[in-house]
C-alpha cells in the first residue's frame, strides 16, 4: 500500500506543483506594464507564489469579447512581449518552452512559468501566427473562450440567443494539426460538445481540459461530462480542477473546497487518478488593481456568480487542497499525480 503522509506541507513542498491555468498576465501584468510598471510578477505575484508552493503555472494572453476581432491580434503579441520582458526584470521566475526547464527550474529554486493563449481570437484565420506565438513562447492553447472564433464554437458563461452551435472548422483541423506538429498542448476547457469531440478525434497528442470540472456535480456546459471525462482518460490528457464557484456546485451554500474536491473523487471513481490536475484559475489580483477602466466607461455587463469559491481563491491557499487529500485519504503517490506530475507527462510527451 503507498504510504499516506500526515504532514501536508512537507508533500506540497516536495511535489512540483502545476497550476494549469492563470490570467495574471492578461488581467494584470500586462495592465501593469501599461500604467509603467515593471517586474511586477516579482514584486506582486512571486511572494504569493511561494507561500502557496507553486512551481509551474500556465499563464495565458486572453482578449475581452469586446476587442474582436480589430485589437485581438496586437493585444495578443503585447501580451507575449510583456511575458518575454519579465523574465529580465524578476529574477525569481524562469521561462518554460521545453520539459527540461521545468526541472532546471525546479533545481535552482525558480518558479516555472509557461506562455498560454485562452482563446485562438489572435490567429484570426492565419496558421503562420501559431507559428509566430510558437516563436514567442506558446506551449498550450485553449481553442476557445466563450465566443465563437475560426477555429471552433464556445461555451457561454450565460444562456444566449444563437443559432445551431458547431464543431471544429477546417482551420480548426490545421490548427490542431499544427500544435501536434509544433508541440502545443491542445486545451479543450470553454469548447463546446461538439468541438470537444472533434478534438478527440483529430488530435494524435493527449489533451488537457486546464480549468474544467464534473458537469455531474455542477450542471454547466463549461464542465464535462462523464463521457467527455473518459474520453480524456482514454486520451491520456489531463483535466485541472478549477475553483470558480458556478462550476463547483449549482447550489451557493455549497460553494467550498469540500464540494471542489468532491470533483477529483469523482473523476478518480471514473478510473482518472492518472488524469488529475490544478487548473485554478484564481482571479483575487482582479479585486486589488483598478484594470478595466474600459469596463466602466463601456458599460461592459459583469458575469455573475463567476468567482472563486470562498474559503479557496488565492495562491496562499494551495496547500488547504493537499490538506484536503490527506484527509480524504489519498496516498502520497496519488497526491503527486494531482499537485503536478499528471500535468508534467503531458507536457514532456507533447513539447518537442
Known sequence: MD???RNAKELNDRCNVVDAHSDLLALDVWWQHRLG??????KDHVPRMRKGGIDTRVTVTYNEGYWFPELALKNALDMAVVWN???????SIARITKFEDIEKAKRNGKIGLILGMEGA????????LLHVFYTLGLRMLTLTHANRNYVADGVHFLPKKEGTVGGITDFGVTVIEQCNKLGIVIDVSHLNDPGFWDVIKFSKAPIVASHSNCRALANHPR????DQIKAIIDNDGVIGMVTCNAFVDDKAENWDLEHCLNHVDHIVELGGIRNLGLGF???????????????ELMGVEQIPNLLTIEDFNKDEDMPKMTEGLVKRGYSDEEIELILGKNFLRVFKEVWK
Do not use: A
Open 121 to 128: 481570437e489572435p490567429l484570426s484565420n492565419d496558421i503562420n
Open 281 to 295: 484559475d484564481f482571479e483575487d489580483y482582479r479585486h486589488v488593481y483598478t484594470i478595466f477602466p474600459e469596463e
Open 85 to 91: 520582458e519579465e523574465f529580465d526584470e524578476s529574477p
Open 3 to 5: 504510504k499516506k503522509s
Open 37 to 42: 510598471r515593471k517586474g511586477v510578477i516579482e
Open 223 to 226: 464542465n464535462l461530462t462523464d
